[in-house]
């Protein structure tokens, strides 16, 4: 959950930068299409992906954007599967002032029509390994052939302002150019579809995940300030469940907190996802409630959950030994909270 969640902003970070280089852009009366370009080559040579958009249209308080895609691996191109990411409609409205002070104040910023298409290998590397090893990697690690990047702000541990597009071909110095802080006080993510497919990996099934966010807002989204994050949605695999989120999510340290709460819900398409026990098998079960998570990667996990369920019948055989024994339970509370060491 933290790596996609680390991955989406990376790419909302460079959403962000296309917008507001075109905001500068328009101040020295660059066209659309060669703005495109730009925006092509930037999105490129920052996410190492071939990134494609539609259209652009620049006005001098706002910006609009269609057609963003973000390609998959050459070898899922060349095998037909889906890009990683389709963006259908991108608009923006700009606050122009804000560069007199050296700032791209994004006044708002809303995505629509969004699809994530996502995998993990058995080896478990995902198929964002690389993106997500490009926004981590130090600043004074380069590959041959990428521009050069400028600027104090930083995300994930990567300088982000100014690159030159790998097409350049420029990997030495140049002049610096200027410093942009990167503002959007209002952030709004619409129609998010995410889809997922796991093969078996580390002693679990191989599964695949839908879900589908009606709404994902961020009040005000600032380089490696805490952001506030709202969500609601639903998944249809493995099973049907309807779900509400809020989060924090520091992008300096990677640390997450987060309510969850979800109307009650068929645990048996989940229950197969869990390893097998020799002690309890569970037959039907409906649960429903309200989960609490801390983490601090590299550190701790905590959590508290508030949980009612409904309708249980499970086989149980204490101490994993004799005959099974059939259990139901019409309706069970449960409380429970801890932590673990990463």
């Not at 400028?150 to 110095?173: M, N, W």
């Not at 779900?243 to 520091?250: M, R």
């Not at 819900?265 to 996802?273: E, K, N, R, T």
Request: charged share 25%.
């Amino acid at each position: 959950m933290a790596r996609i969640l680390k991955w989406a902003l990376g790419t909302i970070l460079v959403v962000a930068v296309l917008v507001g280089g075109a905001a500068i852009a328009v101040r020295v009366f660059v066209s659309s299409d060669q703005m495109k370009q730009l925006a092509e080559g930037y999105g490129s040579s920052f996410l190492g992906r071939k990134i494609k958009v539609a259209e652009l249209s620049i006005g001098l308080f706002s910006v609009e954007a269609s057609g963003l895609v973000v390609e998959g691996r050459a070898a899922a191109r060349a095998s037909g599967k889906a890009p990683l990411l389709k963006v259908e409609r991108i608009e923006a409205f700009l606050n122009p002032t804000a560069l007199l002070y050296k700032k791209v104040s994004i006044l708002s910023l809303e995505i629509s029509g969004i699809k994530i298409n996502a995998s993990r290998d058995s080896r478990g590397r995902l198929s964002f390994q690389d993106v997500i090893d490009r926004l981590n990697r130090p600043r004074s690690v380069r590959r041959r052939g990428e521009g050069p990047r400028r600027g104090r702000a930083s995300l994930f541990g990567v300088a982000a302002a100014e690159a030159a597009p790998e097409s350049a071909g420029d990997s030495g110095g140049g002049p610096a150019g200027p410093e942009y802080d990167f503002v959007i006080r209002d952030l709004a993510l619409t129609d998010l579809k995410v889809s997922f497919a796991s093969a078996a990996f580390g002693g679990l099934p191989a599964f695949r995940a839908s879900c589908r966010f009606a709404t994902v807002e961020i009040e005000k989204f600032r380089l490696n300030d805490p952001l506030p994050i709202e969500v609601a949605g639903e998944c249809a695999e493995p099973g049907a469940v309807k779900f509400a989120v809020t989060a924090e999510l520091d992008p300096a340290s990677g640390n997450l907190a987060l309510t969850s709460s979800f109307e009650p819900f068929d645990l048996m398409p989940f229950a197969g996802l869990a390893p097998p026990l020799n002690t309890a098998r569970l037959l039907t079960g409906v649960l429903g409630g309200e989960v609490n998570v801390s983490l601090s990667p590299g550190k701790k996990v905590t959590w508290t959950a508030n949980l009612i369920g409904e309708k249980f019948s499970a086989d149980l055989r204490p101490g994993g030994r004799g005959k099974w024994q059939r259990k139901h339970l019409a309706a069970i509370r449960l409380k429970t909270g801890g932590s673990y060491d990463i």
